[in-house]
């Protein structure tokens, strides 16, 4: 998963937090060892365990809770940052401080109704535990509780009083002006979607509002100033957004990613394609593609991928006289490529939200990433008519077969993942425990390990980037939700299915969707907010679900990395060290060639689906 946040600097956590940091990890410790022993159990000895997944729920809610927590305390919810650096120092503080009291704002106007609802939970029992729900719900206060007194605490310490103030009296009248407005709204009807759910979520974006609470402040005000809805409701449904039990993968993966980063076995494959066809003509640009998408393969996390090719191949690419600007648009747009690589973490949380088969994503999506692999690898070799060969040697065999040894174990992952999901033998949360524990044992004895510092550092970071990701999901469910209420969905599909062309029109428009809202929101949000809307509406007009999913999930990649807004792209500039005024240029053949082969895409259904 890629946190825009990744793009400003992350904190280090306050020290009040640690006896928190010390239960998320134990809670991740824990969520892995009850999938380990359910896995085992119904595999090995073939008695499942009936209250293993329960379990497990409770604790991936206090772990998701907690972990948002911990990310507010280190700055890492994602956020736009793009605009930010656009106000002067001056007005970026005020702003600063206005974005952390909308925070503060969001929490404070759920906490009681959170309350409510874990009242209400308390009178439900557990099918397995026989235990009341409240025990699980709790979690939700607690996560609550714990960001207001965050939040809260991090604008006093870092605003001036006068800054304080202004963002005060600016959230109270903004909240005041709604209030005496509500008669206005209840009677505008649709229009209140574009004030709330559009108005209000964009300018919450721009001022660099993490996005779960843009999403959040959207909802709550569309709710509150125009429906007699309680928001109890909103606490019921991003309950219900972060609570699948396909989910529990996220944060396994996202620990997998950091395993791959601690243990280098991302560089060992980089290494052995470098070996083996690093010394052909646009050699390193296939080295550098194939390692994306194999490294894909392992960790699901653009953001790690480029951080793990990038540093072993770019000296070397210089050398052969490669720009760095076409450096960054080959790592990016690479990275877009490589997203529907299993394990994909967009793809397993868009199985959660539209009902889609994660094995048949992660078949397809396997066979989507070679197609677009492909158009960049044909762009590649003709741009390579430059590249300066002038004592590039084959590599002796010897090193070949060396760096092929080294790597062997590492280039098993990604293919195991993909067949024992794909194949139906376990499902993605199973099959993510167990590469967690082999890459763990891989990396203990043939990478040099991890120590138990660095693991503790891995599992906190994990539980605060999952924290982040899964309550995102959880408003953007509850957003969608509050915009199918309204009626606007049918009335969207009563367009869509009235437009010329038929079903590759609609394509189109789902392409340039979701290529918008890429480059604004990044994937999960884009996915989570939309899919509830456009995939009944492929369904109705005959388009294959795991076709339009590969043709949505690669739109919203190139969004990611299309500039001036692609999130994406000043994060490969960042990783690269390049300025994005030089890179942007370089990129544009390179987005050309994903479209291309996302239209192929999106007219051959075959591609997607002719193997399921």
Known sequence: MDTISEVVDARPGSRWMRPVEIIAALLLVGVIGLLLTGVFSRYVLQLPIVWIDEAASICFLWLAMLGAAIAI?????????????????????????????????????????????VEEESYVTSAALNIPMSYRESAIIAGFVLMLLLAVGHAVRRSSVKNLILAAL?????????????????????????????????????????????????????????????????????????????????????????????????????????????????????????????????????VSDMATVAPALFPEMKRRGHKPNEMIALLATGAAM????????????????????????????????????????????????????????????????????????????????????????????????????????????????????????????????????????????????????????????LYMTGLPGGWFSFMLVSIAVFMLLGCVLEGLPAIVLMAPIMFPIAQRMGINEIHYSMVVVTAMNIGLMTPPIGIGFYIACKIGGVSPDEAVGAIWPYLAALVVGLLVIAAVPALSIAYL
């Open 73 to 117: 305390d280190r700055n890492e919810h994602m956020r736009l940052t793009l605009f930010l650096g656009m106000f002067p120092p001056r007005v970026r503080e005020y702003v600063d401080t206005l974005a952390l009291l909308i925070v503060a704002t969001v929490i404070g106007a759920l906490i009681f109704p959170a309350i409510e609802y």
């Open 338 to 493: 490589a997203d529907t690589v299993p394990p994909s973490i967009v793809l397993i949380v868009l199985g959660s939200v539209a009902g889609v088969s994660i094995a048949a994503l992660f078949t397809s999506g396997f066979v989507i990433a070679m197609v677009l692999l492909l158009m960049l690898v044909a762009l590649a070799r003709w741009k390579a008519g430059h590249e300066k060969m002038d004592g590039v040697k084959r590599a002796p065999f010897s090193v070949i077969r060396t760096t092929l040894l080294i790597a062997a174990p590492a280039l098993v992952l990604p293919f195991l993942i993909r067949s024992v999901v794909g194949g139906g033998i376990a499902t993605a949360t199973e099959v993510s425990t167990i590469a967690v524990v082999y890459a763990m044992i891989i990396g203990m004895l043939l990478y040099g390990g991890i120590s138990w510092k660095k693991f503790y550092s891995m599992l906190v970071e994990t539980a605060a980037l999952s924290g982040a990701i899964l309550l995102i999901l959880g408003t953007a469910s509850a957003m969608a939700w509050a915009l199918t209420q309204t009626g606007f969905a049918n009335q969207l599909a």
């Open 170 to 302: 600016t959230v109270a009248a903004l909240g005041g002006v709604g209030w005496l407005l509500t008669p206005v709204f209840l009677g505008l009807g649709y229009v209140n979607i574009a004030i709330f759910l559009v108005g209000v979520v964009a300018i919450c974006l721009f001022l660099g509002v993490p996005i779960a609470f843009c999403f959040g402040l959207g909802t709550i005000a569309f709710i509150t100033f125009s429906t007699s809805v309680p928001l109890i409701v909103l606490v019921g449904r991003i309950d219900e957004g972060m609570s699948s039990l396909i989910l529990l993968s996220v944060p396994i993966f996202v620990l997998l990613g950091c395993v791959l980063d601690a243990t280098g076995m991302g560089k060992a494959i980089v290494e052995f394609l470098a070996s083996l066809i690093g010394h052909v003509r646009a050699g390193m640009s296939y080295v550098l593609l194939g390692s994306m998408f194999l490294v894909s393969g392992i960790s699901g996390s653009k």
